[in-house]
Structure formats: structure tokens, C-alpha cells
């Protein structure tokens, strides 16, 4: 069963910080124990949508106990279609991000809707070092040489100002302030919001990972950033190499990075030698598609000349 505390508190953090709502579903065949769960935002006009800062819609399906697929998928497709009939209801656009394990989603598609397939890396906890690149390895050794030193925090000040060089470096902006991620972190508490800091020699905050715990035998990294004078020197490895470890002492069993949609940051996830998984997202139609039809064609055009040059 999804933890509902977790996620009422997760709900409450995008209702204060967002200013939208949380829409709550769980969706039960008659007479059956097999169920599902969604977690659904909407905005101040009542429109769905996934709040910044949001990976995922969260989904869960809950099967009987039943070593035969052909049951199991047969519930599925009972459950997805009480989603469906729920998402049908909502008014404006809707899309609907669902996490990697689920996995099959022909009854939506069945039913009209489009689906988008997206990537992201989860690797398996505990983590095996030997599984990431050489590069990652060397890197984590110089950092260690260097002096630094990786810590479970919680304060959000520090994690704050790698976040922001991060931001200022790379033109783009999490939309969260260090006032927002100390609201995160009192309402999701510590077992759920899980921040790491890397420090150098002297003391001074320079790379931050923090990750939150939706269930608790999985991770999800959330936000990260790294002070631009330290890139280079192996902290975000080393940051990450301590998550994992820190994520194995507690009971997970794997993490998920999050997108690998962009090349550049999936080059970078990919070096720890994880699992490259699908998730897709639907979306119903609407005449908005028209536009995003040509939209498309001239991105792919624009793409194939740069491709030439």
C-alpha cells in the first residue's frame, strides 16, 4: 500500500509551495481486494497538472497474490481502467507522468490515449562500485585524497548554496527556495527527505544531493547541485557512491535517477552502470495536438540540419 503519511505530507509541501491541489484516488474492483492508487494535482483554475519539481504522477497497482500473469494482467487492466474512467472526468488537458513500474499501458492507448515513451536509470541497492565506469572510480578516489568528506544533513542552508551555483552555472532555476527546502524537510521528515552534503577540507558545503523516500524501499533523487570550483575534482562521485551506501544501511533496495531524456546528463547517469528503464507519459487528446504536430516536424527538421553541418 503507498505510505499514505509520506504522501499526504508530499501532497501538503506541493500544495503550500505550488498553491495547487491534491486529488487522491483509490481505485478498488467491487468484491476484490485488487486495487490501485494515484495521486493527481490541480491547478487554481481546477486543471490537472504535474507540479515543478514533481517526476512522477504517483501510481501504484496491488494484485492478488498469484504466480499466473495472465490474472495478474487481467487486473491491471480492470484497475487502469477505473484510472482511466477518473482521468476522463477531469476537465482542460490531462497528462498523466506515470513511474517506471508501470509498465504496461495498452488500456490507456486502448481507450484513446497517447502515450510518449521517456527514459531514466535505477540502479540496485547495495550498490556495487565495480559496476560504474572507470572514470567514476578515479574520480572518487581523488576526491578522497583531496580531503573530502560526504555527510548525511540537515541543513538546508549548505545544501542550498550548491543548488544555486548550479543554477546560476547551467541558466536554469528548481524554483525553490532554502526557506522551501526546510518546509520539505519538516513535512516529510527525516526517514523521507534524505539530503547529503559533500564538504572540502576546510569545511565549506560543495555538492548536495537530495533524494526522498516515496516508499520505503526505494529512493528517488529529487534535486543536486555542485559549487562549479569543485566539478572537476571528483565531489558529485563521491556524494553520490555515500547515497548509496547511506540508502542500503536504512533497507533500500534501489534508486532511481530520474530522467535520462537530456544526452548529456543521461552520459552522466549512465556511467554507474544501471538499468536503463522506460516510463511513459499519456495524455489525452485534445486540439492542442495540432500545434504540437507541426511543432514537432519543425524541431526534427531543425535537428536533421544541424546534424549535417
Not at 88 to 95: A, D, F, Q, S, Y
Not at 145 to 163: I, R
Not at 246 to 270: C, H, W, Y
Request: hydrophobic share 35%; charged share 25%; glycine share 6%.
Amino acid at each position: 500500500m503507498m505510505e499514505q503519511t509520506t504522501l499526504s505530507k508530499w501532497a501538503e509541501f506541493n500544495r503550500r509551495r505550488w498553491n495547487c491541489r491534491s486529488d487522491y484516488h483509490r481505485l478498488q474492483l467491487p468484491q476484490s481486494e485488487v486495487y490501485g492508487e494515484m495521486l493527481l494535482f490541480m491547478d487554481a483554475k481546477g486543471r490537472s497538472y504535474l507540479p515543478p519539481q514533481n517526476p512522477y504522477h504517483l501510481t501504484y497497482f496491488y494484485p492478488t497474490a498469484t504466480s499466473k500473469a495472465s490474472r495478474s494482467n487481467k487486473q491491471w487492466h480492470e484497475v487502469a481502467n477505473l484510472m482511466i474512467d477518473r482521468l476522463l472526468e477531469l476537465k482542460g488537458r490531462v497528462i498523466l507522468h506515470l513511474p517506471p513500474h508501470i509498465e504496461d499501458v495498452r488500456p490507456f492507448t486502448w481507450r484513446g490515449f497517447k502515450s510518449d515513451v521517456r527514459y531514466t536509470y535505477q540502479v540496485e541497492l547495495p550498490y556495487q562500485i565495480e559496476e560504474a565506469s572507470k572514470s567514476i572510480r578515479n574520480k572518487i578516489k581523488k576526491a578522497s585524497s583531496l580531503g573530502y568528506y560526504t555527510v548525511k544533513s540537515n541543513n538546508m542552508d549548505h545544501a542550498y548554496q550548491c543548488l544555486i551555483e548550479t543554477e546560476q552555472r547551467q541558466g536554469f532555476s528548481h524554483q525553490l527556495s532554502v526557506e522551501d527546502l526546510k518546509l520539505a524537510q519538516d513535512l516529510m521528515g527525516e526517514e523521507a527527505f534524505r539530503c547529503y552534503i559533500c564538504y572540502s577540507p576546510e569545511g565549506e558545503p560543495v555538492s548536495t544531493n537530495i533524494s526522498l523516500l516515496f516508499h520505503p524501499e526505494w529512493a528517488t533523487g529529487w534535486i543536486a547541485g555542485t559549487k562549479s570550483a569543485h566539478l572537476q575534482n571528483g565531489v558529485v562521485q563521491m556524494l553520490q557512491l555515500f547515497e548509496f551506501e547511506d540508502l542500503t544501511s536504512i533497507g533500500v533496495k534501489g534508486f532511481d535517477f530520474t530522467g535520462a531524456n537530456i544526452e548529456s546528463v543521461s552520459n552522466s547517469k549512465a556511467s554507474w552502470g544501471g538499468d536503463l528503464v522506460p516510463y511513459y507519459v499519456l495524455r489525452r487528446p485534445s486540439f492542442k495536438d495540432i500545434a504540437r504536430a507541426g511543432i514537432d516536424w519543425l524541431q526534427f527538421n531543425s535537428k536533421q540540419s544541424r546534424g549535417k553541418r
